[in-house]
């Protein structure tokens, strides 16, 4: 549950959605005085898809847990029904599918536990 | 404004149509789950209309749940929306002709389907043969529209949905089925598996700084990859051309935003 006041929360949601706005209208409004991004940049760039949603996938089904002591911390029914959905989603590259057999699987491995 | 430029919205439309399945689902889980961390029904569909981008909104829904601090949560959105930049940047030659308020409301419509299939279509075709804004609109009204909708719907049905079911599951499933399309080659694995490593230890780290960092070192990997291997910077956009297309086509749609810039009567009749 978050400990977010409405006012912060709200103030959160601005400044995110602000950000966003500035991002997608950048090249647009600019274009004449900024035509191209530079190729640097743009090498750069072209590696975040891939390295932001693999931190959010790991990050949401095992992390390593401090206290009591070192440990991997996972729900095994999450890892499995991860890893399943992981293969429909390397196969097959559709949302829906990847969610239908992600979820199905966790439903059936927590109901049979 | 052209007699047909309903027809290139409704070809936009029609062409954006089979990627309304997958939004659909993804706002549903949005809506829910943003109103099972402690977010109002209200403040999740302020955040569909404000935001109106599906990864950064799971993420930022993520850390506000965990508590994570203001400038943490804000920075790991925006970082997950970094690749707009790239879009902003490859529409802009086809924007440029675009009045003030089209542009804005254009960027503020910019999402992974739209930019896909504008730019190929715009590659493809003149400026006088094809509406560039009213194609672009008819490729986005249709999923601000099902993402708004989908979203309240979420948000509406949240509590109800039982916890048993753990609908938050979704979220990570979510960015699963994006990250396959996302690796392209070995940089970009390389990138991925870094960063998913990465994030499992990073996880120790206060302030939920975990992501972030894992991120970036994961986007350091890929670069570091492609430097060793001399092949630093890769031009995304003239990779993808060559793949798809003759040497003389890819000539001809290097060619085309300037097309797009000189084709005064075209591009401007259309505001």
Known sequence: MTEYDAVTLWLLILVAGVGTFAIKLSFVQLFGWLDEV???????????????LAALVVDSVVTLSASPSLHLAFDPAELL??????????????????LAVGMVVLWSVTALA | ?????????????????????????????????AVNVGVTPLQ?????LLLFTGAAQLALIELVGRGAPFAVAAATALVVNLRYL???????PYFRRFSLPTKWLGAYGM?????????????????????????????????????????????????????????????????????????EDRPTA??????????????????????????????AAGVAT??????????????????DATGGEATESRAGPRESGTGDSAGGGDQ
């Not at chain 2, 790239?86 to 802009?92: D, E, G």
């Open chain 2, 86 to 92: 790239m879009y902003s940047a490859s529409l802009a």
């Open chain 2, 190 to 219: 390389t990138a991925a598996v870094v960063a998913g490593g990465t994030a499992v230890v990073a996880a120790v780290l206060p302030f939920n700084l975990g992501l972030v960092t894992a991120a970036t070192l994961g986007i």
């Open chain 2, 44 to 48: 999740a569909v302020g955040m569909s």
């Open chain 2, 111 to 183: 999402t992974d389907h739209a930019y896909a299939l504008s730019v190929v279509e715009f590659r493809e075709t003149a400026p006088d043969e094809r509406s560039r804004a009213w194609y672009y609109f008819g490729a986005a009204t249709p999923v601000w529209v099902v993402w708004m909708s989908t979203t309240v719907a979420g948000a509406l049905l949240g509590k109800t949905v039982p916890s048993e079911l753990s609908l938050e599951f979704a979220v990570p499933l979510m960015f699963m089925a994006l990250l396959f399309p996302a690796v």
């Open chain 1, 81 to 98: 029904a991860a890893s399943v959905a992981a293969v429909v989603a390397w196969r097959t590259e559709s949302v829906p599918l990847t």
């Open chain 2, 226 to 243: 492609e430097v060793r291997a001399g092949s630093f910077p890769k031009d995304d956009r003239e990779g993808r051309t060559s793949d």
């Open chain 2, 1 to 33: 404004m052209p007699a047909d430029g309903r027809s290139d919205f409704r070809d936009g439309a029609r062409a954006v149509a089979p990627f309304l399945l997958g939004v659909a689902p993804f706002g549903l889980v949005v809506g829910v789950t």
């Open chain 1, 38 to 52: 530079s190729p640097v940049v743009a090498g750069v760039l072209r590696f975040v898809p891939a390295a932001v």
